[in-house]
């Protein structure tokens, strides 16, 4: 980050790629649906619960609003500007009877709207009318604003850790919390755009090489180490200096990797998360290594479903963070690995160890990323070459004429281990929603909460039409795991012969 004016930030060049890349049918927002248990004598108003938080609570990344460039010469600047809380909280009542199967109906379709740009880029939506009595709200804020650890930071932020009571007269009486900083002129933010790029553009001639050595490490630690045998034949032609080439393993034509519209599903699921550590434990693999299993698993059996399963592992787009230990920073800070689940594999035990072994070659790579991977970068000219790009990527449809790079994006996120509070109403359930791509129609998503698993899974429909299936596919996959993980194997017992009474 760099200061320049007086209340302005500078988006970084990850950062930006997020505004840029986003068109009508990809969105570049992530969200999340919260649901609340209230005491029995409860009688307020939760919508007036939410916003009153937000007045008293409203930390300055909340209040980020774009200045932009003339003609999109470079990324815009964050200023701190006004928040009408009016414009930003909104009510939402779900259709009767109030099921859940209606409550992840309309947070996919509120998941599919773009964020005002005029604005500071989020949005709460106080969903009423749940059948369980339940509270919830679904919250959405552009990625170019955080990325999943910096959502667990603001959540920390914004919520308590034990019940206390909302006092509304203690807030402010207008509901427009206001900032003191001006936009800077469009001379200004020129000027300080170039003097970002002359900064970043040394940085990239000196880390360069070690930029290229490390994303040719991500490359070759997605290739998939089979079980059979193949994995000798692989290190051998990495020893004939085919490396690179032998390494790089793409994923396999399948329904999920199709050009996509704006239509969007969503599924909840939630599963113990002792009982993942305990799989984890007993198979000496990571809780990591453990949902990815589960994520193929479960797309084992959804697209054995809908025909022939693809003989060659499904790829997954999984982030690495670029976090230093305690940076509780709100940008986006992470790259991204390829990884193969194993999906050829039917037994889940052996697909556990075969993801184990892929993702331990991410992980040495992705030590080294930390280091020499930039998440900012030169601007000037991107912005509208981006734009541009992405838009023609979508309308030419040319995600279905090239071999998928990856067919699921999963990312698995450590969220608050202790329960949190919006008023007297406790938090029962934090489920996170994130983005889908042309090619890749399929986003899951998992956080730990109060010592539960929660997965969201975000489809584009044309890809996944119905993503209840596919949730359900999950538990099924995580129950077989669970068998053959920690239940003992059976002991034949020998029986014992009766002597022969002569």
Request: glycine share 8%; proline share 7%.
């Amino acid at each position: 980050m760099n200061t320049l004016t007086p209340g302005a930030e500078a988006l970084s060049g990850l950062d930006g790629a997020f505004l840029n890349l986003e068109t009508l049918a990809t969105p570049m927002h992530v969200g999340s649906l919260h649901t609340f248990e209230v005491p029995p004598d409860y009688n307020g108003d939760f919508y007036a619960d939410v916003k009153t938080l937000l007045t008293q609570r409203m930390v300055p990344v909340l209040r980020r609003q774009l200045a932009s460039l003339p003609l999109q010469l470079a990324n815009p600047q964050w200023m701190q500007g006004d928040v009408d809380l009016n414009q930003h909280i909104e009510r939402i009542h779900i259709p009767a009877p109030g099921t859940r199967a209606q409550l992840e109906s309309v947070v996919g379709n509120l998941h599919a709207d773009l964020l005002n740009r005029t604005r500071p880029l989020w949005m709460m939506y106080v969903l009423e009318g749940l059948a369980s009595g339940e509270k919830a709200y679904y919250f959405k804020i552009h990625h170019a604003m955080l990325d999943g650890h910096a959502g667990s930071a603001l959540a920390a932020a914004l919520f308590d850790t034990s019940p206390f009571v909302l006092n509304a007269a203690a807030s402010p009486a207008a509901a427009t919390t206001r900032a003191s900083s001006r936009k800077p002129g469009a001379l200004r933010l020129v000027a300080d755009a170039f003097r970002h790029d002359a900064t970043q553009y040394v940085k990239l001639v000196r880390e360069l090489p070690g930029v290229l050595r490390t994303l040719k490490g991500l490359v070759r630690s997605s290739a998939a180490r089979p079980a059979d045998g193949a994995g000798d034949k692989l290190a051998a032609g990495n020893k004939r200096g085919q490396g690179a080439k032998a390494g790089m393993q793409l994923g396999p034509r399948t329904a999920l990797n199709v050009a996509i519209t704006r239509d969007r599903g969503f599924a909840a699921e939630v599963v113990s998360l002792a009982e993942v550590k305990s799989i984890a434990t007993a198979c000496d693999v990571t809780v990591n290594d453990v949902v990815l299993a589960l994520c193929g698993g479960a797309l084992r059996r959804y697209l054995a479903r809908l025909g022939p399963l693809p003989k060659k592992s499904l790829v997954a787009s999984m982030p690495i963070s670029l976090r230093d230990k305690g940076d509780t920073g709100f940008h986006t800070k992470a790259t991204l690995s390829l990884v193969s689940l194993a999906t050829h594999l039917k037994d889940p035990l052996k697909r556990l160890q075969a993801v184990r072994g892929n993702t331990s070659a991410t992980k040495a790579v992705a030590k080294k990323a930390k280091s020499v991977i930039p998440t900012d970068f030169p601007s000037i000219g991107v912005p509208w070459l981006i734009g541009a790009l992405a838009n023609l990527y979508g309308r030419a449809g040319v995600s279905e004429l090239l071999p998928p790079l990856a067919n699921v994006l999963i990312s698995n996120v450590p969220g608050p281990a202790v329960p949190l509070y919006v008023g007297q109403a406790r938090m029962t359930g934090y489920w996170p929603l994130s983005i889908v791509e042309h090619g890749v129609g399929l986003n899951i998503t998992l956080m730990s909460y109060a010592g539960k698993l929660f997965l969201g899974f975000t489809v584009a429909r044309c890809a996944v039409p119905d993503v209840r299936l596919l949730a359900d596919d999950f538990k099924l996959a995580f129950e077989e795991l669970k068998q053959a993980a920690l239940t003992p194997p059976k002991i034949a017992r020998k029986s014992r012969a009766k002597p022969v009474v002569s």
